[in-house]
């Protein structure tokens, strides 16, 4: 049988010698949440189980703010030129780096940036090992489990995990760390069946109890919906703070803007948000979207419209982060209800 | 980088500052590199650790050294550009997006359609009918402006008028003593447009208001819609299709346009917002 199975007492040891070549992460929990954290010593105490970390995947690779030129030339190169592995990414983010890889590799010129975080980088999947009150990835056609787009995955058993591998990259990992890796034991594999199941029970239920559409009915809901009150309505408490944006793995929207000091000037790329007002404004006034609710319609039309017109994928992975961070409590699952019943 | 970096500006020199109309001023710069251009497409001008904001060089497309950006006071960073003076450094990206496909209008009759500042692209397409007028079968010309004081390249455009490779009629929606012409909006100049609207070109560039009118009127003369080539205006960042800000349907007009058939998008919403 193959080796594919880290014991408990081996993670440690597989972070510490992967920390050798790249700069790892994973996520660990504080309260109730799960934050990534970069790897200091085998006494780090990751929580590769659960569900999604706090913050989005794309965060590692289409940064919050990056300089992207500096006086007319490129910027200034890293201090610290390794690449990044990530361990513990869940479906539903993975999921979002399609769309991110889409908009950033694939859709015309490449994004150099972007390229060169995502390049030589290791992701290492993880399943969900229980649901939050708002996972809803089934919706949206994702399984609460890894299924494609990772190097490695890791499914939670007793005593470890078994790991499958995703990619050449994967493979190259496990013949690199063969010493960790063990047969797995027989029952494991069962073991994780059950365990998945029960999480795709979990989720399932959760959709049930929220009422959330599923994905197959969503074909033209914006367009149908282009003239009624629900946008309106659905934005009332909202405080366009574009939490709802930032956290969202699919997301990608950016501001460049240029500053400058005596020595120097810089051009950031800072994430941007279709929700704030002066988004789509153009010199001279004109802005297409001055109310706020059309600019929560726009959200969905570019999520639910615009993302399957260009890469036939709804661009929401059912991660849920956007209810938990918006102040005004303006819960996708209700919107999406909501224009499926109207429609 | 290992690719090419996007996002970076071309050091540019600003060469003459030319005051067009009391709030439009043209700016003649030469890059560091020299930047080839379709006409249509448009670039990114910078100030400085100020910031960027995209425009149509209204140039000639076939000179790369000097190039020219007609722009309108109307807002913080224009307000800057209007300070330009010669000497003054800037940062030109681009060019990006589609320009107009002139091999598809050889042959064929064209009218352009032209209000206030859509006057700049449209001075670089001009230039490249002018070099081609030999294989356009018809071109007319039609612009308007509020008053006859906010024409920009008055001057060319006199000489324009001699021309006889084309037709050219000018219109104001408000007179002043000088004036001698037509005095109402750009869709009354239109009558006199001779040609097979049916086989026709039209290209309208210009305010919103404008292009709304503008693209009515000239369906109704029978124009078809994969004939009609809009400049479409949004806010263009990044260039590329990345940043997300100037998405129309689903095209960016950074990326796919600016350029557009009128059919690709007769369908978006807040196409003319």
Known sequence: ?343 | MPELNPYKSIKSEVLEVITETTNIKTIRFKPEVPISFRTGQFVEFSLPGVGEAPFTPSSQPAISDVLEVSVMKVGKVTEKIHQLQKGDIIGIRGPFGNGYPLDEFKGREVLVLGGGCGFAPLRSLMYSFFAISGQLKKLYFRGGCKSPGDFLYKKEIETWKERKDLNIELTVDKGDDSWKGNVGVVTTILDSVKMDFASGIAVLCGPPIMMKFGARKVLEMGFKEDNMFLSMEKNMSCGIGKCGHCRLDKYYCCKDGPVFKYNAIKNAHEIWD
């Open chain 1, 1 to 343: 049988m193959e080796k594919c199975f880290l014991s408990n007492t081996d993670v440690g040891a597989f972070l510490e010698k992967l920390s050798v070549r790249f700069d790892v992460y994973f996520p660990v929990k504080k309260k109730e949440q799960r934050f990534y954290k970069k790897f200091e010593s085998v006494n780090d105490r990751p929580s590769l189980g659960e569900v999604r970390p706090f913050e989005p995947l794309k965060a590692f690779f289409s940064r919050a703010r990056e300089c992207v030129a500096e006086n007319f030339s490129d910027p200034a190169p890293q201090t610290n030129p390794k690449p990044i592995a990530i361990v513990g990414v869940k479906a539903c983010d993975l999921k979002g780096m399609k769309v991110q890889d889409f908009v950033f590799l694939n859709s015309g010129n490449k994004d150099p940036f972007y390229a060169r975080n995502r390049e030589q980088n290791i992701i290492i999947g993880a399943d969900c090992t229980c649901a939050i009150d708002t996972c809803f990835c089934l919706a949206l056609g994702v399984r609460p489990y890894p299924e494609g787009g990772f190097d490695l995955n890791l499914s939670q058993v007793a005593d470890g995990f078994l790991v499958d591998t995703g990619s050449e990259k994967g493979k190259a990992l496990l013949g690199e760390f063969s010493l960790l890796f063990k047969e797995a034991p027989e029952s494991s594999i069962k073991e994780r069946d059950s365990q998945r199941a029960l999480v795709f029970k979990a989720v399932e239920e959760n959709i049930k109890k929220f009422d959330v559409p599923v994905q197959e009915v969503f074909k033209g809901i914006v367009e149908r919906n282009f003239s009624s009150g629900i946008w309106e309505d659905e934005a009332k408490t909202c405080v366009e703070c574009g939490a709802c944006t930032n956290i969202c793995p699919t997301c990608h929207c950016f501001l460049l803007y240029d500053q400058k000091d005596k020595d120097k000037m810089e051009r950031l790329r800072v994430w941007d948000s279709c929700m704030i007002k002066d988004y789509a404004r153009v010199a001279g006034g004109a802005n297409p979207r001055k109310k706020l609710w059309m600019r929560l319609r726009n959200r969905f039309e570019k999520k639910f419209d615009f993302f399957p017109k260009v890469l036939d994928t709804y661009a929401c992975t059912g991660c849920g982060r956007c209810i938990s961070a918006c102040p005004a409590k303006i819960d996708i699952r209700k919107v999406l209800r909501r224009l499926v019943a109207n429609a």
